[in-house]
């Protein structure tokens, strides 16, 4: 049986190699083992792997090695879907470069264009960009592809989820040096393999698994509630675990926001990621999640692309997930770095079949209103507080038609319907009386101070002052309508 390759036998450059050991990285991923030799080759690869796969130095390390074309214009690009990802990118590959004389930049959005063209003027070996933000600089001439040899497309699946491939073909048309292009997809859908069969000549296919697998660290559970009852449900389930730091999947944008306006008027803690949301706010939400100060964050498959945080206690995913990919994807933000996680899912008895689905990769248990031990909890506070991260509207109107609900008739009442929860068959689904605290009350929910790590002082769910959504308003219906 052949020895497990280490970096040493890859036959990468000393600087790289002493860049790896300060990292404590002592042998390749699965998927750097089979990319990083195929790269120097020079053919075209097709490479399936999901976030956390170490993907990243999987076609840094072979860029970094090449040799520079021109010392002002790259001969290397990589384009990445969001912004955070391509600073993340960066930030990955400047780690290990060490004394090698190697210039990586980064252009995106939502900084400014002025200091990008700024640098690119001063030269970049490698550049990390948005589609946007690349095109915009290209047009404007302070951005020379000419010198271009090699193209990675990370998450294409995600670039092309943007509406971003008029902009990718106006890259490709200004690069007429490139000879190879690296192709990374979560996914293969329809999409994605027109881009390759586009873009791509007679391509190698990677991928490290025939089937997705999940962190053995993760525990993971479902939760079956009844319909329309997913956020009484959630809210009785943060009440009794008290998790440190969750993150919650939602399927769209309206969703997203209208959950994050009912946790908020039942007292927890939040903030979500959009789209729309300035690149200061969206900056200091992370910052604040990413510190630990934040302790529940709401978002998107696509708004949450790119965002790394190794201290994820627990993933939430409000609905099933359409597909065992993007299940792995979420629950995957947990338990990493060896420690231990927790990924729980709400499922109404019509998602039934897709719980099914995903008990074939992961040994799914009824969540039965048991504490997790082994992870950090909140503490109960009594006074609420209000988010400093990004500051709200007093209203916001979920986009499409609404599922309305009966109105409030006074401050005390909680909404319609009981916050109780189905039972799944003979098993139990969870405390079905440990309902939230009523709506339209200062009094905040499972506050939390968290463990040591979190600094003193450190304060968490609370949340006082006027409700986002305001009496009587719906859940969103469409795509998330469950």
């Not at 050991?21 to 490479?47: H, M, N, S, W, Y």
């Not at 090695?65 to 960066?90: C, G, M, Y």
């Not at 590959?93 to 939502?110: D, N, Q």
């Not at 497309?153 to 490709?172: M, T, Y």
Request: with cysteine; aromatic share 4%; glycine share 10%.
């Amino acid at each position: 049986m052949a020895d497990a390759p280490t970096f040493e036998t890859l036959n990468l450059a000393p600087e790289l190699l002493a860049g790896l050991r300060r990292k404590g990285f002592k042998t390749p991923t699965p998927i750097q083992a089979l990319v990083i030799p195929e790269v120097p080759k020079g053919r075209d690869l097709i490479v399936q792997a999901q976030t956390g796969s170490g993907k990243t130095l999987a076609f840094g390390l072979p860029l970094l090695q090449r040799e520079p074309v021109d010392e002002r214009a790259p001969s290397s690009l990589i384009v990445a879907p969001t912004r955070e990802l391509a600073k993340q990118i960066r930030a990955e590959l400047v780690s290990v470069t060490g004394t090698l004389p190697r210039k990586i930049v980064v252009a995106s959005g939502g900084e400014s264009i002025d200091k990008q063209i700024d640098q690119l003027k001063r030269g970049a070996h490698v550049l990390v960009g948005t589609p946007g933000r690349l095109v915009d600089l290209m047009e404007r001439g302070a951005l020379n592809l000419k010198h271009v040899q090699v193209l990675v497309l990370d998450e294409a699946d995600e670039i092309l989820a943007k509406g971003f491939e008029q902009e990718l073909n106006k890259l490709v048309e200004r690069m007429p040096q490139v000879s190879q292009t690296l192709l990374f997809s979560a996914t293969m859908p329809a999409a994605v393999q027109r881009l390759a069969d586009a873009t791509l000549r007679k391509p190698q296919r990677i991928k490290v698994a025939a089937a997705p697998e999940t962190p053995t660290e993760i525990d993971h559970f479902v939760l079956e509630v009844a319909e329309d009852t997913q956020v009484e449900a959630l809210a009785a389930w943060l009440k009794r675990e008290r998790p440190f730091m969750t993150l919650v999947f939602c399927r769209t944008r309206a969703e997203t926001e209208w959950l994050a306006d009912e946790l908020g008027k039942r007292g927890f803690e939040n903030e979500y990621l959009s789209g729309e949301l300035s690149q200061a706010k969206r900056s200091r939400i992370l910052e604040g999640f990413r510190s630990g100060d934040l302790p529940l964050l709401i978002a998107t498959d696509l708004a949450a692309r790119g965002i790394d945080v190794p201290g994820v206690t627990h993933v939430v995913n409000f609905s099933v997930p359409s597909t065992l990919e993007t299940y792995v994807h979420r629950t995957g933000r947990t338990g990493r770095a060896g420690r231990k996680g927790i990924a729980l899912t709400l499922a109404t008895p019509g998602e039934r079949h897709r719980v099914q689905a995903i008990r074939t990769i992961v040994k799914l248990m009824a969540w039965g209103g048991l504490r997790v031990e082994g992870l950090p909890k909140s503490t109960p506070r009594k006074t609420a507080i209000v988010s400093k991260f990004a500051p709200r509207a007093t209203t916001r109107k979920p986009t499409g038609t609404s599922r309305t609900e009966t109105p409030k008739t006074g401050p005390g009442k909680a909404g319609p319907g009981k916050a109780g929860l189905a039972k799944p068959g003979a098993a139990k689904a969870g405390p079905a009386k440990a309902g939230p605290a009523r709506a339209g009350h200062a009094k905040s929910g499972p506050a939390r101070s968290g463990p040591s790590q979190s600094g003193p002082g450190r304060s968490g769910p609370g949340r006082s002052g006027p409700s986002r959504g305001g009496p009587g308003k719906g859940k969103p219906s469409g795509p998330s309508k469950r």
